[in-house]
């Protein structure tokens, strides 16, 4: 029987995080590049549009000074995946960090769902997230050092969110299985798994902005008495992807004002 190859190696002094679904302008995936390009992180902005992905890229390079590069790939295409990881490893300093955070919402009853649409949500939110982090997890391993945060929802929890029902929330919650599985198995590489889920953040992924009335209505059940913000969700992220986060593995944070207090 061969030991596992720990210890885990030193977090490198340049570094990488990729992180998917990061061109929407109001969205959480956004929020997070920027406050890892903050935290001296390089980061690889992952989006379906090539045009989007490079100008939020731009931005946040402006504004942070850091490396930050755009890269289109639709995660559900295991190939496009594949492809985009390894242009990362070739083009940007090692891939330490990945952020699962790609993902589509929808308000589909149960008994209602057609295969297709659950196939979409399913194909996008749990087999893109397979796809990414099993290329991106293969370099990590081969570095002894990695960490992946998955952007799950308080729907995975809840059974249901306040918008997404069940190819959402089965899809949600199966991010949290894999995560915790990536714990257990990447732990001797190196590599922490942990998931983030917020509760309702004011994106544009519920069709558009919350109206007022939708807001009061949220917040009867929102203890701390204000919605969340992207970067409610981006500070959390970002603490769990930094070196002194390595003892914190197969770990759910949610992030949702104490709306779902389990
Ligand atoms: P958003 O719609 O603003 O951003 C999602 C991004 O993912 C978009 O830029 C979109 O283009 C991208 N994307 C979609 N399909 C893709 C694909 N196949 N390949 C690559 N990129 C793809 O939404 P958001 O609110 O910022 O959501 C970010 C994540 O947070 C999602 O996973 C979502 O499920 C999760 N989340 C959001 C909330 C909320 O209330 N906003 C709550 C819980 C969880």
């Known amino acids: 029987m061969t030991l596992p190859p720990y210890p885990a190696a030193a977090f490198p002094d340049e570094r990488t995080a990729i992180v998917t679904g990061a ?5 959480i995936g956004r929020a997070i590049a920027r406050r890892l390009a903050h935290e001296g992180w390089a980061v690889a902005v992952v989006d379906l549009d090539a045009d989007a992905s490079r100008q939020v890229a731009e931005d946040i390079a402006r504004s942070t000074g850091a490396v930050v590069a755009g890269y289109a790939a639709d995660i559900a295409d295991a190939e496009a995946a594949s492809r985009m ?52 997890a293969r370099i990590m391993a081969e570095h002894r050092v990695g960490r992946i945060v998955n952007i799950s929802s308080a729907s995975a929890e809840r059974g249901g969110g306040v918008y997404g029902r069940a190819a959402y929330s089965a899809s949600k919650a199966a991010l949290l299985g894999l995560a915790r599985t990536l714990a257990r198995e990447l ?19 519920m069709g558009g902005r919350l109206t007022d009335e939708r807001k009061l209505e949220l917040l009867r059940e929102l203890p701390v008495g204000r919605i969340g913000t992207v970067d409610d969700v981006a500070v959390v ?14 770990v759910t944070y949610d992030v949702n004002g104490g709306s779902h207090i389990a």
């Open 85 to 136: 990881v390894r242009a990362v490893r070739d083009e940007l300093p090692q891939l330490v960090g990945l952020v699962n955070n790609a993902g589509v919402s929808s308000p589909v009853p149960f008994l209602e769902v057609s295969r297709e649409e659950w196939n979409r949500v399913v194909d996008i939110n749990l087999n893109g997230t397979f796809h990414v982090t099993q290329a991106a």
């Open 23 to 27: 061109a929407s302008e109001r969205g």
């Open 237 to 250: 992220v970002a603490f769990l992807l930094r070196e002194e986060a390595g003892y914190i593995t197969g």
């Open 187 to 205: 732990g001797p590489y190196g590599i922490t798994a942990n998931s983030v889920s917020p509760g309702s953040i004011d994106t544009d992924i």
